[in-house]
């Protein structure tokens, strides 16, 4: 596999039927992955250039929205230092579907018949080591804070929920095609 | 010899009809059939207050299943998947995502994972028939011994066992998400051409993860949930990367045979952002936190309540 067909799979300008060739060339050699993340990045610095191109593939309308959301999951206090992930999730815009709420202790997810659950906590499988017994009294923020997900937080959240689905398609008793929330993000 | 196969096994399928096949057989049935049938549908579903119109079409074939998933509503995205990758399009960010496709290491699974072990955990019974896309349907629920899963409700077509309708409730009856199909049929064999993307096109930015076992780190493994709700049992376990995180992921892969949950570990950048708090989507709930220079994610078809307990527990052993 040459670097040109690398350069023209980047730009989208390739024989559609030697698309599985070149995946699995990619998949394959380490070499030509840093290629196509060099490829990729400086193609994406163009655009970025050419039309403000949101290198995080968070769309504009997916931002708004987002910023429109209560707080999803807070981060920690440190800084995002914002870098430009070659991989950025493709389905950024999957953030909508990620319907957000009130978490913690003594938020309302606590109430309800799910917190039978809490209430009467199922017998742990394994004897409870006493790190284990400690971890499990981890103190969680009472509230969460009025702070903006960073979009790396984002994407890997999401990335997450992508490998989930992939996994759930292929497990167990299907009641649902996992898929259908990947495709169905909520339209705004 | 697989085609000869697939035609005895849609036969089977199809012969089994009638009102009065036990709960536990048609679950079994359905679950042989959305994987071995090759049809053609669309479906309406239903999270909260978003309702989107789906096209599904499944190919069984030579012992591989291929299916394309595309939105009829919204924005144009696909999804496909066949024996070795799973394919995301999505016209509305012009990105295309491929992601090497797990089903391999686990295909056994699907089809020896028996429905008399569901009922350790999760009592059958018949709720009735309906009709559903002009089809017979034969209404099963399916109800957790314990609080801490989901309610189902599934509707199995009669004639060829495909689901037609499902419902998952959570508590207070209240419904999480639910899909219907609107029409569905049922054929003999599905052109390539059907199973291609077709939003593709030039411009478009293509993604790939570089899954499943190839950074040869297995520093992270050894992480491991000290408690998991009676009868998840660990499917699959390897450390992957994936296009969304810059460190490699600890993955691992429970089920009781009918919910899924994932456990995702992953050493924090010292620039990265760390998460803690839950988020859902539908009936899938996640939850993270940070234990040390970890971050510790728990996804899953289950209860927040019980995936918050889920990852509370996951800790280091040697």
Known sequence: ?188 | MYRLLSTLVVGLMTAQLGAAEPPAELLQRMHDATRMLTYDGIFIYQRGPSIETMRIMHRYDSGVETERLISLSGPRREIIRDGERVTCVFADDQEVMVEKNPSQKVLGLEFTQPIDKLATFYGFSSAGQDRIADRAAQVVAVNPKTPDRYTYKIWIDEQTGLLLKSVIIGGADEVLEQLQFTQIQVVDSMADAMLQPEIVGSGFTWRFDASADETGDQSDMGWAPNWMPAGFELQDENIETMATSEMPVSHAVYSDGLAMVSVFVEKLMDNGDSMEGHSSMGAVNAFSRVDGEHQITVVGEIPLPTVRQIAASVAYEE
């Open chain 1, 1 to 188: 596999m040459d670097k040109e067909k690398i350069s023209s799979f980047v730009d989208g300008e390739f024989d559609h039927s030697q698309a599985g060739a070149v995946i699995d060339a990619l998949n394959d050699d380490p070499a030509l992955q840093a290629t196509w993340k060099r490829y990729h990045l400086i193609g994406e610095a163009l655009r970025a250039q050419d039309d403000n191109f949101d290198v995080f593939g968070v769309s504009e309308k997916i931002q708004v929205d987002l910023n429109n959301e209560p707080t999803l999951l807070a981060p920690r206090a440190k800084p995002a230092k914002v870098s430009v992930p070659w991989s950025g999730l493709a389905i950024a815009a999957s953030v909508a579907v990620v319907t957000v709420a009130v978490f913690l202790q003594g938020g309302p997810e606590s109430e309800g018949p799910q917190n039978a659950v809490l209430d009467n906590p199922p017998p742990v499988v394994a004897e409870p080591a006493p790190l284990v017994a400690q971890r499990s009294e981890i103190q969680y923020p009472e509230q969460t804070a009025s702070l903006s997900i960073s979009p790396n937080t984002q994407k890997r959240l999401e990335g997450y929920m992508v490998n989930f689905n992939e996994r759930r398609s292929t497990m167990g008793v299907r009641g649902m095609p996992p898929h259908v929330r990947t495709v169905g993000f909520e339209n705004k």
